[in-house]
């Protein structure tokens, strides 16, 4: 008798138990990014590649229900972010940080991660900096120097010893033009002249001029993808340069599959360097592809962030799985220091001590396919690259 | 004309009003703290608008140069090792005091359009030499990380913002009542003279330019507060402070309100930036419509802003009582 | 020397397109007295209208302008019957308000319908290619851009000089009152002015489109570039607004050439220092 009440005490405890952990609770993700004004098609991209990972993996992970928050940021504005991010955590209660497209909104977010117990996983902003300022930062995108420093050798590959180098005045930009210069320098060519232009030129014959002055041989440039971006390539070709034999470098952000067809054929034969194309082949890479552009709605409008914040949904959820729906960021964040995985643009890892993804950067032309759009074809790959500009800190 | 006294006795009553109506905000709302903060810091600057443009007659697109001195001034000072707030306070005020006798001194030169003209120009070049000067400035990746230590050495800057609103609402409520003050000062009275009409009051004999001037000064003061208030709240201070977006903004702000009552200031900023912050969230390309409409609407119905309908519907609800004025 | 020369080139381009698009404002703010902030609004609406008749619709370059031209008219038309009218004379401030609500709507309802993207005129064959001017290339369109821009200054100096029109629209700039006192119909000089004014800003927003991308800010992005050109010309002179345009694009376009890090600081230095010796512009009427 006793023994059996025994069982039957043990049996509704364990039941009990049972009926307790699979009780569904909510998990938030609170994503930031630029749903309007002139970046919104990249916010579109951040939404594609969560809702198409959430399509392909499920909308709960361990029994925990995810919730995905969405914040308008329209520009790199350092207040609005955190005042975003603020609220996020305060007022929606969000376990997680996701998104950011600009280094200056992701640097106002980081002081406020350890009071919150909240991670921060950037699905973009770029520049290597942003990780050092807290422990509780994740990063799934790839920065400038990064994706730039194969650039330097592949220039020197093919003749060009002397390069002016073009940027943009902001973080990423800066990032560029050093890592470039570095990489360049390393393998024995030589940067002529190095310009930083404002963020807002629209105009950019005055400085193709500087370049034919330069007696440069190439041209190095990089600027925020977008507007500024597809008038520098127009610029490039209508100023007779491209004409001219002047090699132009630069990486994947100046032809952006969602620029391309704008750019037409004044694109054909620029040579980047990326972390990503969508012409990518693999079979990981096709089913992103396909989930992505149904939740994008135009294949057109497909572009590298939305690779992004599909990998940093897969981090997410990661650590949900790790803390057990329970907030705990460091926890999160150790959970997923050194995690490996097949992207969709091809083999990764985050990176144990610097929180920043590890990848495959790939040389890519602009080429022609059999339906005559233009695209990005790769070339060759550069496996396994850490961030280099983390590296040196 | 109501005695001396009974506005007296009307501006207590504005004055307890708007301590009631922060309050509210802080029972109400405390998980918005931050966003209410940053509505003090921007209705600072509207005050400020409405000294040289309610009151002095010189409509300004370039206010947030103000500002932003103030806010990069004690945002570079926190960084370098100055995080008293109350300090960090005065020197946002010096700073915006300083820029404010820099932008007078440049603007007052011109007059009507090219006044306007003036004003845009000189807050786009603040805004070009804070991003150039970005070993100071942080330039577009801002300044963040502004650690501010706990006021009077007891009440910390925290995530729920709780210290940082309450500290606002006191500095509102203290700029507010000392501009009170200046506003029905003699000084005060003769910048609205100026703005009437500049040429009697010459004729009288008083000077126009170093009134006018002392006026930016004061302004500058004010606004440079609002723009310490918003660095120590946000920790942040990014471009965007010192930028023609947010002068714009604010003008809008100020003539929603109403100009040259100051109350009007307080009113414009709270219900726009509620109004932005909730619509905004639905689709902001709906945001910007709908102000321009707003706009289009006080223009053609409202001239004096909503605290002027406020006061024709007072004025005429007493006439239709046709009780005594 | 050829660089010297080729800055020049490029400046003369971005002028004369700044010149087109400016003119139009300059009319309005000086001889109609409105300083009408939705300028630049109206230049982006035609980009539009033309790069959906180019782009979407297949149609040839001059047939979207002229769409582009005609359409935006039409659009500013009941615009100019119930808002404009009611701030002809009102203080400045006022005029700023109403047609920055102005701004501000045309932006969201632009990007309610034609989104958040920038929206490219694709250029015909002629214009595309790079021309070779022996010193330098430049891009064929640039040159286009130019020739328009002579075109019309010269046009409208005919127009407002040598015509029958032009002298009914001196009149009522110089004496409104008077001019209608004499038989000229006023509301109807006004409003053709307006026409005039708009259309040239439509011209200008299609051919600047390659200086000035089509996007929903355009409006608010460049019109204190407008009204800051205006002024510096002083409105409602044709000469004014042209040397206002060829010297800003000058300093702009050398100052970018020699350091760009400083973008737009010379332009606004510059812009602070001639208003400050000049109060009312290069060419502009005492009021």
């Given at each position: 008798m006793k023994v059996s009440r025994k069982l039957l005490g043990a049996a509704i405890g364990a039941l009990l138990a049972g009926t307790v952990s699979s009780y569904a609770d909510t998990i938030k993700v609170g994503i930031i990014g630029p749903f309007s004004g002139p970046f919104a098609l990249q916010g579109k991209n951040f939404q594609a590649g969560v809702e198409a990972y959430m399509a392909l993996n499920g909308k709960s992970v361990k029994g925990h229900d995810v919730e995905v928050i969405y914040r308008d940021l329209p520009a790199a504005n350092p207040a609005q972010s955190r005042a975003l991010a603020q609220e996020l955590v305060v007022k929606d209660k969000v376990q997680y940080l996701g998104g950011v497209y600009f280094t200056p909104d992701a640097m106002a977010i980081t002081p406020l991660l350890k009071q919150a117990n909240v991670p921060l996983v950037i699905f973009n902003a770029a520049t290597s900096a942003i990780m050092t300022q807290s422990p509780l930062v994740v990063r799934t995108s790839f920065t400038t120097a990064q994706t730039t420093t194969p650039l330097g050798k592949v220039a020197v590959d093919e003749g060009v010893k002397k390069v002016i180098t073009i940027v943009s005045d902001y973080g990423p930009g800066v990032d560029a033009e050093n890592a470039f210069k570095k990489a360049f320098e390393a393998a024995?060519?030589?940067?002529?002249e190095a310009i930083r232009m404002p963020m807002n030129t629209t105009d950019f014959s005055p400085i193709m001029q500087r370049v034919r002055d330069s007696g440069a041989e190439g041209l190095f440039a990089f600027l925020p993808s977008g507007p500024p971006t597809l008038g520098f390539a127009k610029a490039y070709s209508e100023t007779g340069l491209k004409k001219a034999g002047i090699k132009f470098y630069a990486p994947g952000d100046l032809t952006q599959e969602s620029d391309l067809p704008a750019l037409g054929d004044a694109a054909e034969g620029l040579k980047t360097t990326f972390h990503?194309?969508?012409?990518?082949?693999s079979p990981e890479n096709k089913k992103f592809v396909e989930a992505a552009t149904k939740a994008i709605g135009s294949a057109e409008q497909l572009s590298f962030p939305s690779v992004g914040a599909y990998d940093g949904m897969h981090v997410i959820y990661k650590m949900i799985e790790a803390t057990d729906g329970k907030q705990d960021a460091q926890k999160a964040v150790d959970a997923v220091k050194g995690l490996s995985w097949t992207s969709p643009r091809g083999p990764v890892s985050i990176d144990a001590e610097t929180r920043h993804i590890t990848e495959n950067i790939y040389l890519r032309e602009v080429a022609k396919g059999a339906d005559g759009k233009t695209y990005n074809k790769e070339i060759q790959t550069f496996p396994n690259q850490k961030d280099p500009g983390l590296a040196t800190q | 004309m109501p005695s001396v006294g009974g506005r007296w006795l009307r501006d207590v009553i504005g004055v307890l009003l708007i301590v009631a109506a922060g309050l509210a905000g802080y029972w109400l709302f405390p998980d918005n703290l931050a966003l209410l903060t940053r509505v003090i810091a921007v209705a600072l600057l509207v005050l400020s608008l409405d000294l040289i443009t309610g009151y002095c007659g010189v409509a300004s697109l370039g206010q947030a140069s103000l500002f932003g001195a103030g806010a990069y001034a004690s945002g570079i000072a926190c960084v370098n090792g100055v995080t008293e707030p109350l300090t960090l306070i005065a020197i946002g005020a010096v700073a915006g005091a300083m820029a404010g006798l820099l932008m007078g001194t440049i603007m007052l030169r011109a007059h009507g359009l090219a006044q306007l003209v003036l004003s845009i120009a000189i807050v786009q070049l603040f805004h070009e030499a804070a991003n150039k000067a970005s070993a100071y400035t942080g330039g577009s990746d801002g300044l963040s990380g502004l650690m501010v230590s706990p006021l009077f050495g007891m009440f910390e800057f925290d995530l729920w913002g709780r210290t940082a609103y309450l500290f606002g609402l006191a500095l509102l409520v203290g700029v507010f009542i000392a501009l009170k003050f200046i506003v029905s000062s003699p000084f005060g009275m003769l910048c609205r003279g100026i703005k009437q009409d500049p040429v009697r009051i010459r004729a009288m004999g008083a000077y126009v330019f170093p009134v006018l001037l002392k006026m930016f000064v004061i302004s500058g003061a004010v606004a440079g507060t609002g723009g310490a208030l918003a660095a120590i709240s946000t920790q942040v201070v990014g471009l965007d402070s010192v930028s023609f977006e947010l002068s714009a903004n604010a003008l809008v702000m100020l003539v929603l309100g109403g100009l040259g009552t100051l109350y009007g200031a307080l009113v414009g900023t709270v219900i726009f930036m509620g109004f932005e912050h909730i619509v905004s969230a639905i689709n902001p390309f709906h945001w910007m419509t709908m102000v321009g409409a707003l706009l289009i609407a006080v223009v053609l119905v409202a001239p004096g802003g909503l605290s002027g309908l406020s006061e024709r519907i007072f004025q005429s609800g007493k006439s239709m009582k046709g009780g005594r004025r | 020397m050829q660089t010297i020369l080729s800055i020049a080139i490029d400046a003369f381009a971005y002028g004369m397109a700044l010149f087109i698009i400016c003119i139009g404002l300059s009319l309005t703010m000086g001889l109609m007295r409105v300083v009408n902030l939705a300028h630049g609004a109206f230049a982006m609406i035609a980009g539009y209208i033309a790069s959906y008749a180019a782009r979407d619709l297949g149609l040839g370059y001059a047939i979207a302008i002229f769409l582009a031209i005609i359409g935006t008219v039409v659009i500013s038309i009941p615009l100019e019957r119930l808002l404009y009218r009611r701030i002809y004379g009102s203080p400045e401030l006022t005029q700023v308000l109403m047609t920055i609500g102005i701004t501000f709507c045309i932006i969201g309802i632009t990007n309610y319908f034609f989104g958040p993207t920038l929206k490219t005129i694709p250029l015909p064959e002629s214009l595309s290619q790079p021309v070779d001017l022996g010193i330098r290339t430049i891009a064929g369109h640039r040159l286009f851009v130019m020739a328009c821009g002579v075109l019309v200054a010269v046009g409208l100096w005919y127009l407002i000089e040598k015509t029958d029109f032009g002298i009914k629209l001196r009149a009522t700039v110089d004496n409104a009152a008077m001019a209608d006192a004499l038989g000229v119909r006023t509301p109807v000089i006004y409003a053709i002015s307006f026409a005039i004014a708009i259309g040239l800003a439509a011209l200008g927003g299609v051919v600047g489109a390659e200086f000035l991308p089509i996007e929903p800010y355009y409006a608010l992005r460049y019109m204190v570039t407008f009204l800051v050109v205006v002024s510096v010309g002083g409105a409602g002179s044709i000469p004014g607004a042209v040397v206002a345009c060829l010297l800003l694009g000058a300093i702009d376009t050398t100052g970018r050439y020699l350091m760009p890090e400083f973008g737009n600081f010379f332009f606004y230095a510059a812009v602070i220092a001639i208003v400050c010796v000049f109060p009312r512009g290069f060419f502009g009427r005492a009021q």
């Open positions: 024995g060519g030589k940067v002529v990503y194309a969508v012409s990518h082949d | - | -």
